[in-house]
Structure formats: C-alpha cells, structure tokens
C-alpha cells in the first residue's frame, strides 16, 4: 500500500504477518520478503529493480543483469528503508536526494525512557525526554541520520524540529545538519499503532 505521495517522494509500506518471530533467521526472511513485495509495487514495470547495500550497510537501488546492454538508462531513484515490530516500509525519492524514513511501534515507552540520554543532547531532555515525545525524537532522529550519510554523526548532535506536521513541511518543521536543510514530517500509518517519520533534503519544487 502507499501512505505517501508528495514532494516527488512515494512511501510504501506493507504489514508483517501475526506468525513473524520478534528476532532470528525467520524475521529477517520477512523482512526481505517485504521489501521485495514493496519494490515491485514501486516498480510495478521493471523487475530488473533490486536492492543493495553500501559497506556502511545504507541501502540504494541496483538493477540485475537483463541482457540489455549499452541501452542508456536514468539515474534510479533514492531509497531509504525502515521496518518495525509490524511493518516493513520504503520511501522512494528523485536521484541524488538525501532521504530517510524509520518507524516505531507505539509500545516501546519503557526502552525510550531508559536510554532517553543516548540519544537527545541535554537541552533536548527537558522538552523530549518524556513519552510520546521520545519516541517521536527517537524517530527523527534515527530518519535523518540515514539522509544525512555522514559516518560518525551522533544521534545527539542532530536537532529537532519545532513543530511535526503530519503529512506535509513547514517553515518550523525544518532541521539543518553540517550546513544541509532538512523537512521532516510525519507519516499517516492509517490508525496503525505506529509512528513513522521522514526527512529528506528538497531539491525540486513539486
């Protein structure tokens, strides 16, 4: 299904099922199985479309061999990949643009709480450390350390925004990180238990 489409930027998410195990082997044949359900549905007409992983472990988008050769192709699109307890989602951008996207479970209040100073600066605490807030930062946070690809940046040095519309950007739900702007908004994960953020660098008006 797709949740989102706007800003030239497509979100497609997919429900995992009951029997998936929470860990192990078995989770991660979900997990894949659902990105590959999710690119067809983003590329219903080139299967050739596939997923592969930078030595950082960031994900981009490849295409397997097939037998066409010397034929002039566009650049294939940013991806950014996030899965959570039960769902699995990808958001797909233009070439060239920084995107990430992560997703929570609603339920993970007492985790949050415990490492609440792991990942918000001091000055954040007061303002973020409680829940849902938390969990909504934690979420900001782990999307735009995807989109900014920098090794090294502490989830702690990344900002946060002063509002997080559901849906669309603002002038205040913008972040910068090393001199790049960033919109983050918030993903309607239609009455899921769930809380879903992205952020991306727009370069295009659409």
Known sequence: MILFDKYGIKVFARDLPETTPERGPGRLLAERAAVKRLLREAFPNDHTV????H??????????TDGHHGIHRPP???ISVTHCRKMVAIAIAPAGTRLGIDCENGGRMHTLQKVADKFLSHSQLE?????PSSLWAWCIKEAAYKAALRPGLALTWIPL???IPVGD???DSVI???????HVLQIDTLDRPIVMMLVFDMQSDY
């Open 55 to 64: 030595e950082s472990g960031a994900p981009f988008l490849t295409r397997q």
């Open 161 to 163: 925004p002063m509002e």
């Open 76 to 78: 294939l699109p940013a």
């Open 176 to 182: 910068e990180i090393a001199g790049i702007n960033y």
């Open 169 to 171: 950007t603002t002038p």
């Open 50 to 53: 596939t997923l592969g992983h």
């Open 127 to 131: 303002e973020w450390g409680e829940y």
